[in-house]
T-cell receptor, first 113, second 115 residues
Framework: AQSVTQPDIHITVSEGASLELRCNYS??????LFWYVQSPGQGLQLLLKYFSGDTLVQGIKGFEAEFKRSQSSFNLRKPSVHWSDAAEYFCAVGGGGGFKTIFGAGTRLFVKA | EPEVTQTPSHQVTQMGQEVILRCVPISNHLYFYWYRQILGQKVEFLVS????????KSEIFDDQFSVERPDGSNFTLKIRSTKLEDSAMYFC?????????????FGDGTRLSIL
């Protein structure tokens, strides 16, 4: 069955510290992987995506993610977190064609001064 | 950059009433989707639509729900007789083609509150 697991419901990081949000997926075919960010009451903004090629992908706002097929993981990282990064982060997997996107439960990021 | 737009941003409706949520996908997109996010929970797939018909739907998308593309620009989600548990954020998304290298583009959502 297709699924996405984000093990951490919430994470608190000090401003300026590094960040890693975990994501594991289960998908029967070649996965297409995404990270979205959602600020309170707002829509979903695409941070980055992985389809093929280089397993380290760069996104907006200084985020990057690394695809590890052997671990079925697609963890999101940022070297130095800013207070404005506080939001909910969703990992998602989608197939090719018009297939739906499957979301993880999300990880809420808190940033402390 | 083109955007998916959704109206209204917030809809308040009495239980049992019909509600229509509207979406204008990006103009050259061919695949359309509705997702739902109950407060504090994950984003859940409802339905996908291509070539004027439903291509996939989830178990959430029961007979109370319907989708329509009444003209060349709008994509609507109708809930026939709303229930309290329909209160959620509803996201519309669209995609250009079946090309796997294209992600879905999401609107900002409509918050539906059922009283």
């Amino acid at each position: 069955a297709q699924s996405v697991t984000q093990p951490d419901i919430h994470i608190t990081v000090s401003e300026g510290a590094s960040l890693e949000l975990r994501c594991n997926y289960s998908y029967g075919a070649t996965p297409y992987l995404f990270w979205y960010v959602q600020s309170p009451g707002q829509g979903l903004q695409l941070l980055l995506k992985y389809f093929s090629g280089d397993t380290l992908v760069q996104g907006i706002k200084g985020f990057e993610a690394e695809f590890k097929r052997s671990q079925s993981s697609f963890n999101l990282r940022k070297p130095s977190v800013h207070w404005s990064d506080a939001a909910e982060y969703f990992c998602a997997v989608g197939g090719g064609g018009g297939f739906k996107t499957i979301f993880g439960a999300g990880t809420r990021l808190f940033v402390k001064a | 950059e083109p955007e998916v737009t959704q109206t209204p941003s917030h809809q308040v409706t009495q239980m049992g009433q019909e509600v229509i949520l509207r979406c204008v996908p990006i103009s050259n997109h061919l695949y359309f989707y509705w997702y739902r996010q109950i407060l504090g929970q994950k984003v859940e797939f409802l339905v996908s639509f291509y070539n004027n018909e439903i291509s996939e739907k989830s178990e959430i998308f029961d007979d109370q729900f319907s989708v329509e593309r009444p003209d060349g620009s709008n994509f609507t989600l109708k809930i026939r007789s709303t229930k309290l548990e329909d209160s959620a954020m509803y996201f519309c998304a669209s995609k250009w083609t079946g090309d796997s290298n294209q992600p879905q583009h999401f609107g900002d959502g409509t918050r539906l509150s059922i009283l």
